[in-house]
């Protein structure tokens, strides 16, 4: 959502970085493809570690909630091995603290954003995500203390939020279908990241090490980046108000600036504002939709515990997680199928979902965990439509009307 002032405007040298090295050849179906797929891997690769760190903040807390001395703390304890001092069998430090290690660092990058993140060039950015990513799985996996467990989870999200920012201001130069694509992208992160998460873990890797096989992921992503994702369509560019990105080519020092036609000047502050105002009527309903789910994830996962089934603590934190991304992926990959305009009623249907769980956690009425396995996939469902749904009606509003959130048309 911050991104959106980027679909107006960039800076001198992003318009260098970004200018086609042929914009006299017609984009080709191969060209076509490779950017909707490099879109959807893009997508996959910046949100997968952010899925693994909410997917594996159970063992980062059990793993280390002994202190400083040499007890070992079985990864995957026996289906009877419970706390027996509280029908929860909660950790000291809820999963709560790697969520919030995992969202604020991207919720302040994204508030900011809008005010000079623009003017970083594309490249560095990327750079920088794909750094922050290993950087994090590294941390993490050899971490022995919580703290320095969580500062790996603050790197995912700054990794993750940069990302995302980026990424989605590219695809306003590229044809509309690169945001399904991405949006796709972004949900198979959520059920291979939650799915490779419990599959390593379940063949009886252990988290520390299952963790460090997935460094390929920042390596895919820097890959996508400079040597898939190929210069878009000129034409389509300049139908955005706005040329062209040879997505490839890195900015090298001392590039001169250049100034190009059918570019908006710079906008003031007052008109970013205008921008943050317009937008306000997508942010607030998809704020209250992920503000339910993550507290229904991070806040009572953990607490939903079934003592009369063959999954220890640790297995069902992980099938809560991955079935939630199931219900994401779903819902994100259908924008082909079907729009829905109306954000307010799926938060309203999550808060819907909260309330319910919580009662669970009090009253513990269910007799199955499989019903619960039930609506954790429709929660999962309900938070994708709403994040896909809110950018596609975005991205309508700014190609039917130019700077149309602003109540502007273009220059």
């Not at 060209?31 to 690769?45: E, K």
């Not at 998460?197 to 090490?209: F, I």
């Not at 390596?219 to 990105?245: E, H, I, M, N, W």
Request: neutral net charge.
């Amino acid at each position: 959502m911050a991104s959106a002032d980027t679909w107006q405007q960039h800076s001198d040298s992003e318009r260098e970085e970004l200018l086609p090295r042929n914009s006299h050849e017609p984009e080709t179906q191969s060209v076509h493809w490779r950017n909707l797929i490099g879109f959807w891997l893009l997508g996959l690769c910046n949100n997968f570690s952010y899925v693994v760190m909410l997917s594996a903040a159970h063992d980062i807390l059990k793993n280390q909630r002994a202190p400083e001395n040499n007890s070992h703390v079985d990864p995957e304890p026996t289906p009877t091995s419970h706390n027996s001092t509280s029908r929860y069998d909660c950790n000291p430090v809820s999963t709560a603290a790697v969520l919030l290690a995992d969202i604020l660092p991207t919720f302040i990058i994204k508030m900011l954003a809008p005010f000079g993140l623009h003017l970083l060039p594309y490249s560095p950015r990327i750079i920088l995500c794909g750094a922050c990513t290993a950087s994090s799985f590294l941390l993490v996996a050899f971490s022995q203390e919580v703290m320095t467990s969580l500062s790996g989870v603050v790197l995912t999200s700054i990794s993750c939020g940069l990302g995302e920012i980026t990424f989605l201001a590219l695809t306003a130069f590229y044809p509309s279908e690169v945001v399904s694509w991405w949006s796709s992208g972004t949900g198979g992160a959520g059920v291979l990241g939650a799915l490779s998460y419990l599959g390593l873990t379940l063949v009886g890797l252990s988290p520390e090490n299952t963790l460090i096989s997935m460094l390929g992921i920042p390596v895919l992503l820097l890959a996508t980046y400079f040597l898939l994702l190929k210069s878009p369509d000129s034409s389509a560019c300049q139908r955005d108000g706005a040329l062209g990105t040879s997505a490839q080519r890195p900015l090298t020092a001392g590039e001169s600036s250049k100034p190009y036609p059918n570019f908006n000047q710079s906008l003031s502050f007052s008109d970013r504002w205008n921008v943050f105002k317009g937008l306000l009527k997508y942010i607030v309903p998809l704020t209250l939709v992920y503000f339910a789910e993550y507290f229904i994830n991070q806040g009572l996962f953990e607490l939903l515990f079934f003592r009369n089934t063959s999954l220890n603590h640790a297995q069902q934190y992980r099938w809560y997680q991955m079935l939630y991304q199931v219900g994401v992926f779903v819902s994100r990959s259908s924008l082909r199928c079907c729009h829905f305009r109306f954000i307010w009623l799926l938060a309203v249907l999550q808060f819907l979902n909260l309330g319910f769980l919580m009662a669970e956690v009090w009253f513990s009425f269910l007799p199955s965990i499989y019903l619960v396995f039930l609506i954790i996939l429709y929660e999962g469902c309900l938070g994708g439509a709403a994040y896909v749904n809110t950018f596609h009606r975005v991205a309508v509003e700014v190609s039917r009307n130019g700077v149309g959130i602003t109540g502007r048309g273009r220059k």
